[in-house]
């Protein structure tokens, strides 16, 4: 099995940024593309970006604004979330999993496998 940690959530001020990592062990990233997602309270887990481990292609959802950004770190395996301009609505537990191709990366039906989750708090 894959073992998914999250870290780096917190609290922050609205306007602010935070960077969050997803540590990354068990198997190999080969077919494997890493997603994160968050789920506020009484809400469905919604998608926010994934990244194809072997070739490092993004994938992003029409519905994203362009405020984060996700990216890898092959030595460290390691998946980041860049977040920038932080609002309230941001709010939320933020999850990465993983999930083998060919998927739809955008259903979190596709993946197999779940961090704990980090808690992201933005106060205004």
């Known amino acids: 099995q894959v073992h998914l940690e999250e870290s780096g959530g917190g609290l922050v001020q609205a306007g602010g940024s935070l960077r969050l990592s997803c540590a990354a062990s068990?198997?190999?990233?080969?077919?494997?593309?890493i997603g994160w997602f968050r789920q506020a309270p009484g809400r469905e887990r919604e998608f926010l970006a994934a990244?194809?481990?072997?070739?490092?292609?993004?994938v992003y959802p029409s519905s994203r604004k362009g405020r984060f950004t996700i990216s890898r770190d092959n030595a460290k395996n390691t998946v980041y979330l860049q977040m920038n301009s932080l609002n309230v609505e941001d709010t939320a537990v933020y999850f990465c999993?993983?999930?083998?191709?060919?998927?739809?990366?955008?259903?979190?039906?596709?993946?197999?496998?779940w961090g704990q989750g980090t808690q992201v708090t933005v106060s205004s």
């Open positions: 068990g198997r190999t990233f080969n077919n494997t593309a």
């Open positions: 999993a993983a999930a083998e191709l060919p998927a739809t990366l955008s259903s979190r039906n596709a993946y197999n496998y």
């Open positions: 990244i194809i481990w072997s070739t490092g292609v993004p």
